[in-house]
């Protein structure tokens, strides 16, 4: 019986900022946010490297280890766990252009130095798992770089971290596109292929993201389950997405109820959890949203889908055999809506 686990990150309680204009709500201290996360019922939270250690460019190897550990204090304070550390190689002038597939090997070394310090974040936070989502690796300008070369720098650059600690799992979150243009690992099958290629594929596993599957035309229930045929779905972004356009972050199932609830359907019938895999919910709130009442987009998430969990459980599959023998999935289809309406 699946067993739900949800965590968010830091920025996911965000002033509000945009494209078209800046953020109007007040910046929340980390520890806030922490305990604000306990209070709405996340079990656990979910770093990016530099929210768990703000200045580590400027830090000794050491001094990163010492100030997770006190990240890691705090979190034991509130009884939440760390879920994942995702390097962020998408902010620094140096990784413009791609971390891991950088045109200078000097950015390049700062995305595997950055990378390798996530690690050590990670295990003083008391998690294996390394996300990568790889913002910018691919191209602005085709040109630019060997897609080859730059692809297979890339699975170098997984080695390196999968070298670096035998313990250590790496979660692929792929994304099509934005902020880079063309991605060089943009699906689940590319995260997949790449993990394959690497000297453990047995550490290489995905986080799969509801968006992003959208951003790429595809149908993210069925890339749950293409990931959880093979045991590779380790960790899920729930949010919502109108269609191909900007990545919106939207709360899990305002905008495609019926794919939420067959996404929730996949993970409940594939006792996603059991082998302490989260729900991850990685939503923002609307830039209209009042400061007040900044932590809503979560609560809403977590709601719709436990609502869709209680849905879920009623499905009939005996109806859904009979219809699927007569070939009656106009039926069948019927059916599901009045599950979903009802
Ligand atoms: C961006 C995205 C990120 C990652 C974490 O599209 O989804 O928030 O999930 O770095
Ligand atoms: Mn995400």
Excluded at 90 to 108: I, L, M, Q
Excluded at 233 to 242: F, I
């Amino acid at each position: 019986m699946a067993q739900f686990r949800f965590t968010v990150g830091p920025w996911n309680v965000h002033e509000g900022n945009e494209t078209f204009g800046p953020g109007h709500r007040p910046t929340i201290p980390f520890e806030e946010k922490v305990k604000k996360f306990k209070e709405i019922g996340m079990d656990g939270v979910q770093f990016h490297d530099d929210d768990a250690v703000p200045d580590m460019n400027n830090m000794t190897e050491k001094a990163i280890i010492d100030y997770a550990k006190d990240v890691k204090a705090l979190l034991d304070k509130q009884g939440l766990f760390a879920e994942f550390v995702a390097p962020r190689l998408w902010f620094d002038r140096r990784t413009n252009d791609g971390g891991y597939t950088a045109t200078s090997k000097e950015d390049y070394d700062f995305a595997i130095w950055r990378s390798l310090r996530s690690v050590d974040i990670a295990k003083a936070l008391g998690t294996k798992k390394i996300q990568l989502w790889l913002a910018r690796e691919g191209t602005l300008c085709a040109e630019s770089k060997n897609p080859v070369k730059a692809i297979q720098q890339m699975r170098d650059a997984f080695n390196t971290i999968l070298n670096y600690d035998p313990e250590i799992q790496i979660l692929i979150e792929p994304k099509p596109n934005e902020p880079v243009d063309k991605s060089y690992c943009g699906t689940a099958g590319h995260g997949l292929a790449i993990g394959a290629q690497t000297v453990d594929p047995s550490r290489v596993g995905l986080c799969i993201e509801t968006a992003h599957s959208v951003l790429a035309g595809l149908d993210p229930s069925a890339d749950f389950a293409f990931a959880l045929a093979w045991g590779k779905l380790w960790g899920v972004h729930l949010n919502d997405q109108n269609g191909i356009r900007y990545d919106q972050d939207k709360t899990f199932g305002v905008e495609n109820l019926r794919s939420a609830f067959d996404q929730v359907k996949v993970l409940y019938e594939n006792n996603f959890g059991d082998k302490g895999e989260c729900v991850g919910l990685d939503v923002k709130a609307m830039r209209t949203q009042p400061a007040e009442d900044c932590y809503r987009h979560i609560i809403n998430s977590k709601a719709i889908f436990l609502k869709l969990l209680e849905k879920v459980k009623k499905f009939d599959y005996k109806f859904q055999e009979q219809c699927v023998k007569e070939r009656n999935l106009e039926k069948l289809e019927m059916y599901v809506i009045d599950l979903i309406l009802g």
